[in-house]
Nanobody, 122 residues
């Protein structure tokens, strides 16, 4: 089991920035690829970004490419999502999740956090 806890969400104006954190405990964090996913009201959960177990490889959804940056610190068992140039359409509950392999498929993540709300006012 991997336990994940997100933090850092909040209310921000359009154009602003936020940094989300996800702390992991349980099984060896560095064994897992990590992802950030989000779910807006009335919409399906969607992929945002993922990072390889060692942090050497990252991948982003087109909607956030160039604005969001995923990173991880295996010594701290933490993965981050730096979000800049936020838009109203980025408003959602953001989840971190763990998978044995890097994937953009929502259903292939094995462990999930409880989510943190990000609200962007226009």
């Amino acid at each position: 089991q991997v336990q994940l806890v997100e933090s850092g969400g909040g209310l921000v104006q359009a154009g602003g920035s936020l940094r989300l954190s996800c702390s992991a405990s349980g099984r060896t964090f560095s064994n897992y690829a990590m992802g950030w996913l989000r779910q807006a009201p009335g919409k399906e959960r969607q992929f945002v970004a993922h990072i390889s177990w060692g942090g050497y490889s990252t991948y982003y959804a087109d909607s956030v490419k160039g604005r969001f940056t995923i990173s991880r610190d295996n010594a701290k068992n933490t993965v981050y999502l730096q979000m800049t140039s936020l838009k109203a359409e980025d408003t959602a509950v953001y989840y971190c999740a763990a998978s044995p392999r890097e994937t953009s498929v929502v259903g292939r993540y094995d462990y999930w956090g409880q989510g943190t709300q990000v609200s962007v006012s226009s």
